[in-house]
């Protein structure tokens, strides 16, 4: 079945400074990677998303990208803020049939002001 | 206006107790969820309904029967409690399909607030 990396298990950042999450994944069939954010005591809400038929998508400070050859998809979030504080976690899912998200351990992101 | 609910938010019991975790969304969703958040953080899916039916059956303990009356609702009964089911449970729904230039996708799932239950 799928498997699902997640690196770095914890990422220190300054405010104003760039954070990058990777994964990779193992199921070549894969083709949608979702990336949530988990809030201290909340629930994890997506924060944007990528299909296998494209490479790059961008929601203001936030991007993911996708290498498909390698099994890579990587979370950057630039000009970070204290709020960007928060567990990511990257998942995988074949997307056909019954979609099973696969997720990745979990990233804890911490900016200081 | 609240998308999915889940209750109790909180769940202290003893060990060997039965209890049951209420899940309902009002999102017309046809697929339902529930993930298992240990105290590392890891989520990881027990199980799925779609349209009532069960598709998705995770390597969980038999003491655990999930129950869907409908498309709305996806119940959490655990029987026979143990120190190690200590954990967040979190009920998800989506729609199961969506299509995108002839493609079939999963469309996102939306999460309840969690129950949190302690096994004493």
């Known amino acids: 079945g799928e498997n699902v990396e997640q690196h770095p298990s914890t990422l220190s950042v300054q405010e104003g400074d760039s954070a990058v999450i990777k994964c990779t994944y193992s199921?070549?069939?894969?083709?949608?990677f979702p990336w949530y954010k988990q809030e201290l005591g909340k629930r994890p809400q997506l924060i944007i998303d990528?299909?296998?038929?494209?490479g790059e998508k961008k929601d203001q400070r936030i991007a993911v990208t996708l290498n498909k050859t390698a099994k890579h998809f990587s979370l950057h979030i630039t000009e970070t803020q204290p709020e960007d504080s928060a567990v990511y976690f990257c998942?995988?899912?074949?997307?056909?049939?019954?979609?099973?998200?696969?997720f990745g351990t979990g990233t804890r992101l911490l900016v200081s002001p | 206006d609240t998308a999915v609910s889940q209750t109790p938010k909180y769940l202290v019991t003893q060990m060997g107790n039965d209890k049951s975790i209420k899940c309902e969304q009002n999102l017309g969703h046809d697929t339902m969820y529930w993930y298992k958040q240990d105290s590392k953080k890891f989520l990881k899916i027990m199980f799925s309904y779609n349209n009532k039916e069960l598709i998705i059956n995770e390597t969980v303990p038999n003491r655990f029967s999930p129950k869907s009356p409908d498309k709305a609702h996806l119940n959490l009964h655990i029987n026979s409690l143990e120190l190690g089911d200590s954990a967040v449970y979190f009920c998800?729904?989506?729609?199961?399909?969506?299509?995108?230039?002839?493609?079939?996708?999963?469309?996102?799932?939306?999460f309840g607030p969690g129950t949190r239950l302690t096994v004493l």
């Open positions: 998800a729904s989506s729609l199961n399909m969506m299509t995108s230039g002839g493609t079939m996708y999963p469309g996102e799932q939306f």
């Open positions: 990528i299909r296998s038929n494209v």
């Open positions: 199921d070549s069939a894969s083709n949608y």
């Open positions: 998942a995988a899912s074949k997307g056909t049939g019954f979609q099973k998200l696969v």
